[in-house]
């Protein structure tokens, strides 16, 4: 069963960018899945942000194309998000997980944006 | 407003049954399948049915989904208090191009 750990700093400055990585474990990501990224603001419901396939084409929400940008480590065998220019409306929970409609997700990581 | 629309709460008492509804159109319910996803308080969501009504290995017979034209349900039965849960559904839109969600339900057991 493949398990995914998302990593990355929680607190990141008005207008900076937020990084963050998935680590897949128990499979590889050059497996048949897509690898997609879910964000969850606190108290509210989940937002798509996007997905990557081990090819490197990606599939991204258009509310936040301008901003997102997802891609693939093969040889350590993770996939990793950038949001840049963030604001407050971007702290969230963000998940990473396997395929475009979610089946196996991680724990998830909080973000918080603020100065 | 999410595009999927679900109710806001359902309840029942322990033992009973609750369906919870995820309405659509024809771009996302009505020509993609639907999942459905239980969020215990303070943990990641976790997958219950996909494809509309499969089940992944480890879920119980409990759950059920079935979908009818751009109208999906979830059902619960014998409900028990750890059941007590967000529940979102979950599918492709083929018009935005993306994953889209219900608003969620809180389920509370009675």
């Known amino acids: 069963q493949v398990q995914l750990q998302e990593s990355g700093p929680g607190l990141v400055k008005p207008s900076g960018t937020l990084s963050l990585t998935c680590a897949v474990s128990g499979g590889s990501i050059s497996s048949t899945h897509w690898w997609s990224w879910v964000r969850q603001p606190p108290g509210k419901g989940l937002e798509w942000i996007g997905e990557?396939?081990?090819?490197?084409?990606?599939n991204y929400n258009p509310s936040l194309k301008s901003r997102v940008t997802i891609s693939v480590d093969k040889s350590k065998n993770e996939f990793s998000l950038k949001l840049s220019s963030v604001t407050a409306a971007d702290t969230a929970l963000y998940y990473c997980?396997?395929?475009?409609?979610?089946?196996?997700w991680g724990q998830g990581t909080l973000v918080t944006v603020s100065s | 407003q999410s595009v999927l629309t679900q109710p806001p709460s359902v309840s029942a008492a322990p033992g009973q049954k609750v369906t919870i509804s995820c309405s659509g159109s024809?771009?996302?319910?009505?020509?993609?399948?639907v999942s459905w996803y239980q969020q215990l308080p303070g943990t990641a969501p976790k997958l219950l049915i996909y494809d509309n009504n499969k089940r992944p290995s480890g879920i119980p017979d409990r759950f059920s989904g079935s979908k009818s034209g751009t109208s999906a349900t979830l059902g619960i039965t014998g409900l028990q208090t750890g059941d007590e849960a967000d529940y979102y559904c979950g599918t492709w839109d083929s018009s935005l191009t993306i994953v889209v969600f219900g608003g969620g339900t809180k389920l509370t057991v009675l």
């Open positions: 990557i396939y081990h090819s490197g084409t990606t």
């Open positions: 997980a396997t395929d475009a409609i979610p089946k196996v």
């Open positions: 024809s771009s996302n319910i009505g020509n993609n399948y």
